[in-house]
C-alpha cells in the first residue's frame, strides 16, 4: 500500500539535497509552489507524469519515491539498482570514508570505471589508502598501479604491501629499488 508520508518526506529530502527552494522545484515540474507544498505536507501526491520528472530530476527510481524502503549509506549493491551508476561512483568518491567503503563498492565496478578510479589515485584526484584498495584490484591493476606509482615517483608507502604481491610485483619493486640506488649514487 502506498505511503503518502512516506513520499512526501522523500520528495522534501531530495529537493533539498538538490539545493532547491519549494519555487524551484514548482518551475521545473510545470506546477505551482503550492502543488509541491501539498505534496512535501503530505496532503496529495504529484500526477504519475510529475513523478516521473521527479525521477529524473532527482536521480532516483520511481520504486525508491513510492515505497518505503530506504537504503543505508554503505548499499552500494542496492544504490546502483535505484540511481544511475555516476551518481553512486560520484557520492562514493566524495564521502568522507572512502577507505573504509572501498571493500563495498570496488567489486561491483566495471573495468573501465575501476580503470578511472586508479587513474584518479595515480594523479593524486583523490585519497585512497593502497593499503586498503590493493587486495581488492586484479593482477593486472595491480601491476598498472605499481608501474604507474614506481615511474612516477609518487610519496606512496609501499613497503606494507610487499607480502602481499604476486612475485613478479615484487621483482618490479626491487629493479627500482636497484634503479634508484644507482641513480643517487
Excluded: C
Excluded at 553512486?88 to 564521502?95: D, E, M
Excluded at 575501476?114 to 593524486?124: E, N, P, T, V, W
Amino acid at each position: 500500500m502506498l505511503n503518502i508520508e512516506v513520499v512526501s518526506k522523500k520528495i522534501t529530502l531530495q529537493r533539498k539535497l538538490k539545493g532547491m527552494t519549494q519555487n524551484e522545484l514548482a518551475d521545473k515540474l510545470f506546477v505551482t509552489r503550492q502543488a509541491v507544498s501539498k505534496w512535501e505536507m503530505g496532503n496529495s501526491l504529484p500526477s504519475l507524469e510529475v513523478l516521473i520528472l521527479l525521477t529524473k530530476l532527482f536521480d532516483v527510481t520511481i520504486d525508491y519515491l513510492l515505497d518505503g524502503s530506504d537504503i543505508k549509506e554503505n548499499d552500494y549493491q542496492q544504490m546502483f539498482m535505484q540511481y544511475p551508476r555516476e551518481s553512486v561512483i560520484y557520492q562514493f568518491l566524495n564521502s568522507k570514508d572512502k577507505n573504509q567503503n572501498i571493500k563495498n563498492i570496488f567489486y561491483l565496478l566495471s573495468i573501465n570505471e575501476r580503470k578511472q578510479i586508479i587513474d584518479q589515485l595515480i594523479s593524486r584526484q583523490i585519497n585512497l589508502d593502497i593499503n586498503l584498495l590493493w587486495p581488492h584490484l586484479s593482477l593486472e591493476e595491480r601491476k598498472y598501479l605499481l608501474a604507474n606509482l614506481l615511474s612516477k615517483k609518487l610519496d606512496i608507502r609501499l613497503d606494507g604491501l610487499f607480502d602481499l604481491m604476486s612475485n613478479e610485483e615484487k621483482v618490479m619493486m626491487n629493479k627500482h629499488k636497484v634503479f634508484v640506488k644507482k641513480i643517487n649514487k
